[in-house]
T-cell receptor
Framework: DAGVIQSPRHEVTEMGQEVTLRCKPI?????LFWYRQTMMRGLELLIY????????DSGMPEDRFSAKMPNASFSTLKIQPSEPRDSAVYFCASSLTSGVSDTQYFGPGTRLTVL | AQSVAQPEDQVNVAEGNPLTVKCTYSVSGNPYLFWYVQYPNRGLQFLLKYITGDNLVKGSYGFEAEFNKSQTSFHLKKPSALVSDSALYFCAVMDTGRRALTFGSGTRLQVQP
């Protein structure tokens, strides 16, 4: 299995621009998670989906952030407009339902720099 | 609210020596605990997890972790460290209500040759 795939791996953009991050979960996994990693806040959950439906978006910082999962093999995280404080590494993870002890498998991350 | 604490920002150990990376947790209910490792410019890799049962959990790359309920700890261990083990290690607890992992701040392990 190829694991969780994220693109792009690096993104540099200017403040005010729209940014779209992409994720392909492991085939057959029915949970998908978006996390953000920063020096100040560490790793924090932004949103997660179950069977393509958003379940908990309480970690999404503000309305500039949106996430979609149009099908079981693809999800996007969009920031519009982007701001320098959005600079971080964004991780996608997926898991297979087996209960609350599900192991989440992480992608390599997208390093976003907003100038 | 569930939380984990990793009291050491960095752990230094000589190659061949045993290593321990510490983690303590605070949960209401049963703890579901995880260890992940992050190499530079890479994602998090799953090492092991504790769900129930045996207090000593064995995982990938020769790592193991000891669950101690009375001390609310879940320390990561390895009998003999390798230089290639140098990385950032995260302890995490599953928030069963939100189905999300709450991570500790991470511990950087440096293994010297």
């Amino acid at each position: 299995d190829a694991g969780v795939i994220q693109s792009p791996r690096h993104e540099v953009t200017e403040m005010g621009q729209e940014v779209t991050l992409r994720c392909k979960p492991i085939s057959g996994h029915d949970y998908l998670f978006w996390y953000r990693q920063t020096m100040m806040r560490g790793l924090e959950l932004l949103i997660y989906f179950n069977n393509n439906v958003p379940i908990d978006d309480s970690g999404m910082p503000e309305d500039r952030f949106s996430a979609k999962m149009p099908n079981a093999s693809f999800s996007t995280l969009k920031i519009q407009p982007s701001e320098p404080r959005d600079s971080a590494v964004y991780f996608c993870a997926s898991s297979l339902t087996s209960g609350v002890s599900d192991t989440q498998y992480f992608g390599p991350g997208t390093r976003l720099t907003v100038l | 609210a569930q939380s984990v604490a990793q009291p050491e920002d960095q752990v230094n150990v000589a190659e061949g020596n045993p290593l321990t990376v510490k983690c303590t947790y605070s949960v209401s209910g049963n703890p579901y605990l995880f260890w992940y490792v992050q190499y530079p410019n890479r994602g998090l890799q799953f090492l092991l997890k504790y769900i129930t049962g045996d207090n000593l959990v064995k995982g990938s790359y020769g790592f193991e972790a000891e669950f101690n309920k009375s001390q609310t700890s879940f320390h990561l261990k390895k009998p003999s460290a390798l230089v290639s083990d140098s990385a950032l290690y995260f302890c995490a607890v599953m928030d069963t209500g939100r189905r999300a992992l709450t991570f500790g701040s991470g511990t950087r392990l440096q293994v010297q040759p």
